[in-house]
C-alpha cells in the first residue's frame, strides 16, 4: 500500500488553574477521534492489502469505508504551562495505559483526566476546597508556604505513579515514538548566564605591535575575559520517552522510562512544579538530573552553540536543584518550543521527499480556556502609589509572556496551519454567546475548586467545543497537497465550506462518527447551565475562618515574639538532642533544685518579684486576649473579605443561585 501523507502535529495547553477541567474536555474528545479513526483505517489498511491495493475491489467488502480519508496525523509535542502542562503529563502517561473516554453512563473513574480534574479529591470524603482550607500543612512544616493547603494536589498527581505500560506510543499508530513532553517552569534561582564582552587573552605583543602600538602591559590584561551575567528564569522540563534507553537523544532532552520509577517520579514532580500556582498553591523544590541538560535547554532557547561568548555558568557534572512555581508566570503557551520541534521535522520531511516546499505539513493546537479577546484596558489620568505597584507587576508578567522570538519564527517564510480552541456557548434564553462561557473562570480560574457540578460542566464544554473545532475550523483548503488527494465521496462526508468562500476545505483531524453533517445525531449538545447556592458556599465557612487564622496567627505573633520563638524542624530536632543530654547531667549530678541552695534562690526571687505580680498577670492574659483578637480578626476577613469576594464574583458570571 501507497504510504500516505503525514501531517505533524503539536499541542500547547495554556494554564487555567480549576479550568484544566476545560482543557481534560478538549483532549478526552480529541484523542478519542483519532483512537476512532485510527482503528477504522486500520480496518481499510487490511481490507486494501487483501485486496492488492485495488481501492475499487475493496469498495465491494462492506466494512470498508471508501468515505474515509487515509492520511495520517501523528502528535510530536505536547506542551503545557500550569493546569495545562499538568493536564499534558496526565494525557502523555495516559497513553502508555491505554484510554477510557467519558462515558456518560458511567463514573468515570478509570478515564485519568476525568478523574484527575473533575473528581479531583472529593473521593476522599469531602470536598476538595475544604480539604485545601485544611491547616495540617502549616502544622507540621511549621511555616505558612502557601494560603491553601497543595496536599491534595500531591495526592491528585501521586497517582500518576500507578500507571500500568500496556502498550507503547508506536502502538497508537497517532504518536509519533518520539513524543516530545514539555513542561513550562518558573525558576526562582534562575539560571547564570555570561556574555563574553572581551575575548583578549594574554599573550605576549609581537616585535611589531612594540614598535607602532602601545602595549598593554600583563599584569593589566585580565586572566578571564570579562563578561556581563544575566539570569534566565524560565525553564522548561523537556522529556521524551525511551523504554530500556534503546535510542540516543539530545542533551536538551531528558529520556523518560515510563516503566521506572524514579522516571515517573520526576515527571509527576516536574507537572506538580508547573501547576504551583504562587502563593495559592506551594511552591516546588526539583532537582535536575545534571548541568548538562540545564546548558543544552538554554543554548537551545537562543539559538547558540558557541561557547567562547555566551557560557551557561553551572556545573554541567553536578544536579541543578531551584524551587519551582507556575510555569504559566513567565511563559503560559509555550508555543514556540513546539514550533521548533515541527519545524526540524519539517526540514528532515523535505530533505527526505515527504513534505512540500511550499506547503508545510504540521500544525498546532493551541487549548486556552482564558484567551483575553477583550482586554482593551486604557491608561487612566491619575495613578497613584497605591496602583503604581500592582500595575508594574502586571506590565513586567506581560511583558514576559510576550515571546518576540517565537512569534518571529513562527510567523516567518510559509505560514502553517494554527487553531485556537477556547470555551465558547450560547446563552439559552437570547442565543448570544456568553461572556463567562465555563464555570470554573470564576474567582480567576480558582472557581472550579469551589464546586464540582463547576468542572463537570466545563469538562463536557470542553469535549463539545473540541468536537466543533475539529469538525469546521481545524482544516486546509483543498489546493493544499499535505492531506493528499481526496475522493468525492470524503469530500461529501467531511468537506467544509465557508459562507464567501468557494473552495472547500478538509479537517485535518476527520471526526469518523459523523456520516451527515446534517441532523447529526453525535454531535453534542451544551451542557446544561450550572450554578452554586450562597449557602453551599458559606458551609466553607468554618475551615475558611481557621485556615485564614492560622495563617494571620502565624504573620502576627506578639505573643509568640514574647513567649518565645518558632522552631524549624531542624532546630526542634536539636532542642530534643540537648534535652536528653541535660537529663543525663541531672542524672548524675542533681538537679537545679536537688539542693538547699536551688530552694532558697527560688524563695529570694519570688519575695523579689512580688510587686510585678500585676505586670505578670497582665502578661498572662496577652496571650487569651491575642487569640481572641484573631478569631474575630479571622471572622471579619473570612465573611466580609474573602466569602463577600467569592459570592459577588459568583453572581457576576451569572453562576450564583437565586
Known amino acids: 500500500m501507497q504510504q500516505p501523507p503525514i501531517f505533524r502535529l503539536g499541542i500547547v495547553m495554556a494554564g487555567a488553574v480549576s479550568a484544566g477541567a476545560y482543557t481534560a474536555g478538549v483532549m478526552d474528545y480529541l484523542f478519542e477521534t483519532l483512537e476512532i479513526w485510527e482503528q477504522k483505517k486500520r480496518t481499510n489498511r487490511r481490507i486494501l492489502a487483501e485486496c492488492g491495493d485495488d481501492w475499487e475491489k475493496a469498495k465491494e467488502n462492506p466494512d470498508f469505508e471508501a468515505s474515509l480519508p487515509m492520511h495520517q496525523v501523528v502528535l510530536e509535542a505536547l506542551a503545557g504551562a500550569s493546569a495545562g502542562g499538568m493536564t499534558a503529563g496526565i494525557t502523555a502517561l495516559s497513553m502508555f495505559e491505554g484510554f477510557h473516554f467519558y462515558d456518560e453512563n458511567s463514573d468515570n473513574k478509570l478515564n485519568r483526566l476525568y478523574r484527575s480534574w473533575v ?5 476522599a470524603g469531602k470536598p476538595t476546597f475544604e480539604q485545601m482550607l485544611d491547616v495540617s500543612d502549616i502544622i507540621e512544616d511549621k511555616t505558612v508556604s502557601s494560603l491553601l493547603n497543595s496536599k491534595p494536589i500531591d495526592i491528585i498527581a501521586d497517582r500518576l505513579d500507578n500507571i500500568k505500560v500496556n502498550r507503547q506510543l508506536e502502538d497508537l499508530g497517532y504518536v509519533s515514538p518520539n513524543l516530545n513532553l514539555i513542561l513550562t517552569l518558573c525558576s526562582l534561582r534562575g539560571i547564570p548566564i555570561d556574555i563574553n564582552f572581551n575575548t583578549r587573552t594574554v599573550e605576549p605583543p609581537t616585535k611589531e605591535e612594540v614598535r607602532t602600538k602601545m602595549v598593554v602591559p600583563k599584569q593589566e590584561i585580565p586572566a578571564t575575559a570579562p563578561a556581563h551575567r544575566m539570569f534566565l528564569h524560565k525553564g522548561v522540563g523537556q522529556f521524551t520517552f525511551n523504554s530500556n534507553q534503546q535510542r540516543q537523544v539530545d542533551e536538551h532532552i531528558l529520556s523518560i522510562d515510563p516503566t521506572v520509577k524514579e522516571h515517573r517520579k520526576m515527571l509527576i514532580e516536574v507537572a506538580k512544579a508547573t501547576g504551583a500556582f504562587p502563593v495559592g498553591l506551594k511552591h516546588r523544590v526539583l532537582e535536575m538530573p545534571d548541568g548538562k541538560y540545564v546548558q543544552a535547554q538554554v543554548r537551545r532557547i537562543f539559538g547558540m552553540e558557541r561557547q567562547d561568548r555566551f557560557k551557561v555558568a553551572v556545573d554541567p557534572d553536578k544536579p541543578f536543584k531551584f524551587v519551582a512555581v507556575d510555569g504559566g508566570a513567565i511563559n503560559n503557551e509555550p508555543i514556540g518550543e513546539v514550533d521548533n520541534i515541527l519545524e526540524d521535522l519539517y526540514d528532515q520531511d523535505r530533505q527526505n521527499g515527504m513534505a512540500d516546499e511550499y506547503y508545510k505539513n504540521f500544525g498546532i493546537i493551541m487549548i486556552d480556556p482564558f484567551p483575553d479577546f477583550e482586554t482593551t484596558e486604557e491608561a487612566e489620568g491619575q495613578e497613584s502609589l497605591t496602583t503604581i505597584p500592582f500595575k508594574l507587576f502586571g506590565a513586567l508578567r506581560s511583558q514576559a509572556m510576550l515571546k518576540e522570538g517565537d512569534i518571529r519564527r513562527g510567523f516567518r517564510g510559509i505560514d502553517y496551519t494554527r487553531g485556537l480552541i477556547f470555551p465558547s456557548k450560547k446563552n439559552p434564553n437570547t442565543g448570544k ?3 463567562f462561557a465555563i464555570a470554573c473562570a470564576s474567582l480567576d480560574g480558582f472557581g472550579g475548586f469551589l464546586s464540582r457540578d463547576f468542572r463537570h460542566h466545563d469538562f463536557l464544554l470542553g469535549r463539545r ?16 497537497p499535505v492531506l493528499g488527494q481526496w475522493t468525492p465521496e470524503m469530500k461529501e462526508r467531511f468537506a467544509v465550506q465557508y459562507e464567501g468562500d468557494d473552495r472547500l476545505y478538509y479537517p485535518i483531524i476527520p471526526d469518523a462518527r459523523s456520516y451527515s453533517q446534517e441532523n447529526d445525531e453525535t454531535a453534542l449538545q451544551p451542557p446544561p447551565e450550572v450554578s452554586i447556592s450562597a449557602a453551599a458556599v458559606c458551609k466553607f465557612y468554618p475551615a475558611l475562618k481557621r485556615r485564614t487564622e492560622k495563617v494571620l496567627r502565624f504573620y502576627f505573633n506578639p505573643p509568640g515574639m514574647i513567649y518565645g520563638k518558632k522552631t524549624t524542624k531542624k532546630e526542634a530536632m536539636k532542642e530534643k538532642k540537648d534535652r536528653a543530654i541535660g537529663r543525663m547531667i541531672n542524672q548524675h549530678t542533681g538537679g537545679f533544685f536537688s ?14 518579684l512580688l510587686p510585678l505580680i500585676p505586670i505578670l498577670l497582665f502578661l498572662a492574659v496577652v496571650p487569651v486576649l491575642y487569640v481572641l483578637l484573631m478569631s474575630i480578626i479571622a471572622a471579619y476577613v473570612a465573611k466580609q473579605t474573602v466569602l463577600k469576594t467569592i459570592l459577588k464574583d459568583l453572581k457576576e458570571k451569572q453562576l450564583l443561585k437565586g
Do not use: H, M, Y
Not at 119 to 123: M, V, W
Not at 595 to 608: Q, R, T, Y
Open 595 to 608: 539542693d538547699a541552695k536551688g530552694w532558697l534562690a527560688i524563695i529570694v526571687v519570688s519575695i523579689l
Open 433 to 435: 454567546p456568553k461572556k
Open 119 to 123: 473528581n479531583l479529591n472529593d473521593e
Open 465 to 480: 467545543n473540541c468536537q466543533s473545532f475539529i469538525r469546521k475550523f481545524f482544516t486546509v483548503p483543498e489546493t493544499s
